[in-house]
């Protein structure tokens, strides 16, 4: 079966450090990740997606995310963090030939002025 | 273009009501999935319709049932409600034969009583 897991459920950086929020998957077959973020009130906005090719896969607002296979994760990075930042990041992921996306649990993110 | 719009954006019910829950996709969209996000929680996959039919589900109960219409647009009924019913309802649509991002309405806060 599909999963994700998010350790931690927060993550603390100061404005203009780099930042990671970290993420783990496991699948039966080749993986679909995606990340997505949300803001209060508000769904869920498509960040980036790893489908196949190069394990740097880069997305919106600067964000960029390193698949590792042989460490089934997926990282989710940005080199300078802005305040704007600030929001509830999920990780998801999607077994080769299967339609449901599996969300891990969040990571909320406090980008510090 | 518009992009998923959900209504209603609240609704409050009590214990052992029905309630329906309405999906517009994007534009150019074919398939639509559902996801119930408790309080603090990632999105959990309820069902998918793609052509009119259900395609795939997730662990939910029978009271959870879906349709969707020609236009592609898609309902989520609830029987029977509980109080653990109390959620935010997220739609999601996608282009079934890209097989790739789900983009997400801002979702329907649903509070059982």
């Known amino acids: 079966a599909q999963s994700v897991a998010q350790p931690e459920d927060q993550v603390n950086v100061a404005e203009g450090n780099p930042l990671t929020v970290k993420c783990t998957y496991s699948v039966s077959g080749n993986p679909y990740l995606f990340w997505y973020v949300q803001y209060p009130n508000r769904g869920l906005q498509f960040l980036l997606k790893?489908?196949?090719?190069?394990?740097l896969v880069k997305g919106s607002y600067g964000f960029e995310a390193e698949f590792n296979k042989s460490q089934t994760s997926f990282h989710l990075k940005k080199p300078s963090a802005l305040v704007s930042d600030s929001a509830l990041y999920f990780c998801?992921?999607?077994?080769?030939?299967?339609?449901?996306?599996?969300f891990g649990k969040g990571t909320r993110l406090h980008i510090l002025p | 273009d518009a992009g998923v719009t959900q209504s209603p954006t609240h609704l409050i019910k009590t214990r052992g009501q029905q309630v329906t829950l309405r999906c517009s996709p994007k534009s150019g969209h074919d398939t639509v999935s559902w996801y119930q996000q408790a309080l603090g929680q990632g999105p959990q996959f309820i069902f998918q319709?793609?052509?009119?039919?259900?395609?795939q589900r997730g662990n939910f109960p029978d009271r959870f049932s879906g349709h969707q219409f020609p236009n592609y647009s898609s309902e989520l009924n609830v029987n029977a409600l509980l109080l653990g019913d109390s959620a935010l309802y997220l739609c999601a649509s996608s282009l079934k034969a890209a097989k790739n991002i789900q983009y997400f309405g801002a979702g329907t806060r649903l509070s059982v009583l």
């Open positions: 319709y793609y052509e009119e039919e259900e395609r």
């Open positions: 790893y489908i196949t090719g190069d394990n």
């Open positions: 998801a992921v999607r077994d080769y030939g299967d339609d449901k996306i599996i």
